[in-house]
């Protein structure tokens, strides 16, 4: 049972639009930054987003992250077949003072 | 090149321990932590905990006490991760990340898969 809540999948076709929520609590989400992770099949996490919106270079800016409140959201817009992936939220939790993760997001490009 | 190389698969027997490494190159090694995550097969990301690499203090999450060991070699720029008396279900890829600020891991290990089997 992760602490951070995220669907355990989404679909959606090439070109369009995909969000994944992530949804927390006032210790975690609600008062330290989200990251977002995309890991391949097969290796290692990629780093996609960083204090809660923030895309390191390399990023296309076809993922956008958000938050509101105790949620964070990751957008991926014009998806394309190598997007499929599992994608996590990570942030920091101040009530058990532990790094906490969603339990993953396996994205399916139809 | 920025990176961090981790070491090969191991297979191990229960109760046997393992030491998994970590080297980092292409940074300063000691101006970030390195932190520790678990991901048994078919499942998420965990956690684990981190070491200050500057001071080599380690902290470690709940449920990775007692037989996990967080240490570093800052003369070659390595950290380790050891694992005692193992046990089956410490099956899993283990990754060594590097975090920027607080739960911001911007460079990863390639993983190192521990096998535990009799």
């Known amino acids: 049972q992760s602490v951070l809540t995220q669907p355990p999948s989404v679909s959606a076709a090439p070109g369009q639009k995909v969000t994944i929520s992530c949804s927390g609590s006032?210790?975690?989400?609600?008062?330290?930054?989200v990251s977002w992770y995309q890991q391949l099949p097969g290796t290692a996490p990629k780093r996609l987003i960083y204090?809660?919106?923030k895309r390191p270079s390399g990023i296309p800016d076809r993922f956008s992250g958000s938050k509101s409140g105790t949620s964070a959201t990751l957008g991926i817009t014009g998806l394309q077949t190598g997007d499929e992936a599992d994608y996590y939220c990570?942030?920091?939790?101040?009530?058990?003072?532990?790094?906490?993760f969603g339990g993953g997001t396996k994205l399916t490009v139809l | 090149q920025v990176q961090l190389v981790q070491s090969g698969s191991e297979l191990q027997k229960p109760g046997a321990s393992v030491k998994v490494s970590c080297k980092a190159s292409g940074y300063s090694f000691t101006a970030h932590s390195i932190n520790w995550l678990r991901q048994a097969p078919g499942q998420g990301l965990e956690w684990m905990g981190w070491i200050t690499t500057g001071t080599g203090n380690p902290t470690y999450a709940q449920g990775f006490t007692g037989r996990f060991v967080f240490s570093l070699d800052t003369s070659i720029s390595t950290a380790y991760l050891q694992i005692d008396s193992l046990k089956a279900e410490d099956t899993a890829v283990y990754y060594c990340?590097?975090?920027?600020?607080?739960?911001?891991?911007?460079?990863w290990g390639q993983g190192t898969l521990v096998t535990v089997s009799s």
């Open positions: 990570a942030t920091w939790d101040g009530t058990v003072s532990a790094g906490v």
């Open positions: 006032s210790s975690n989400i609600g008062d330290y930054f």
């Open positions: 990340t590097r975090d920027l600020t607080t739960i911001n891991f911007d460079l």
């Open positions: 204090d809660d919106n």
